[in-house]
Antibody
Framework: QVQLQESGPGLVKPSETLSLTCTVS????????WSWIRQTPGKGLEWIGY???????NSNPSLRSRVTMSVNPSKSQISLRLGSVTAADTAVYYC????????????????WGQGTLVTVSS | DIQMTQSPSSLSASVGDRVTITCRAS??????LNWYQQKSGKAPKLLIY???SLESGVPSRFSGSGSETDFTLTINSLQPDDFATYFC?????????FGPGTKVDIK
């Protein structure tokens, strides 16, 4: 089955750019949307955005000015860049596949990566 | 943005109990509602999609119901493996949003 694994620096300095990669294994990336979600004790789960293998993307307006997402199907990877970070961006960052089905409306996140903790601190 | 609320924020229950968690949306989201289970230190796991469709491999003691703004996750005969935090999430419109979670612990 499809598995996702996030990777990247665990510590980022304030005002710098957070860069994460999600590697997909066990299945094709094609024709799916791939999402980034983060979790903090204070704000809970927050959807950051999604990107399609075609390059189409959408992001949370609250983060849009700082977010860049991309897909590299040849490497089975999805990337997230979040610029001008502050302590408020300290969180566990997850990647997840956006899934849907004929049997039900809407979309859902499944599966998820294990998550990676990113701390913003000098 | 669509705001999601959940009640209760936490509950204590015993093995074998029936547990009900409520999720409310700030506007009509039809049945574009999903439920996830998260255990400590782990990623959320999909339980229910489309308000009432059980994800493959999820035990049948889990069920979901509701539409428009009010939704329920029910766990029949709570098992030791079910002690976790449960989140609802709407996919009606972006930005997708999650409820704050309901923590189920052992009485």
């Amino acid at each position: 089955q499809v598995q996702l694994q996030e990777s990247g620096p665990g510590l980022v300095k304030p005002s710098e750019t957070l860069s994460l990669t999600c590697t997909v294994s066990g299945g094709s990336m094609s024709d799916y949307y791939w999402s980034w979600i983060r979790q903090t004790p204070g704000k809970g789960l927050e959807w950051i955005g999604y990107v399609h293998t075609s390059g189409r993307s959408n992001s949370n307006p609250s983060l849009r000015s700082r977010v860049t997402m991309s897909v590299n199907p040849s490497k089975s990877q999805i990337s997230l860049r979040l610029g001008s970070v502050t302590a408020a961006d300290t969180a566990v960052y997850y990647c997840a596949r956006v899934t849907n089905a004929i049997s039900a409306p809407g979309t859902w996140f499944d599966p998820w990566g294990q998550g990676t903790l990113v701390t913003v601190s000098s | 943005d669509i705001q999601m609320t959940q009640s209760p924020s936490s509950l204590s229950a015993s093995v074998g109990d029936r547990v009900t968690i409520t999720c409310r949306a700030s506007q009509n989201i039809n049945i574009y509602l999903n439920w996830y289970q998260q255990k400590s230190g782990k990623a959320p796991k999909l339980l229910i999609y489309g308000a009432s469709s059980l994800e493959s491999g999820v035990p049948s003691r889990f069920s979901g119901s509701g539409s428009e703004t009010d939704f329920t996750l029910t766990i029949n005969s709570l098992q030791p493996d079910d002690f976790a935090t449960y989140f609802c999430q709407q996919s009606y419109s972006t930005p997708f949003t999650f409820g704050p979670g309901t923590k189920v612990d052992i009485k």
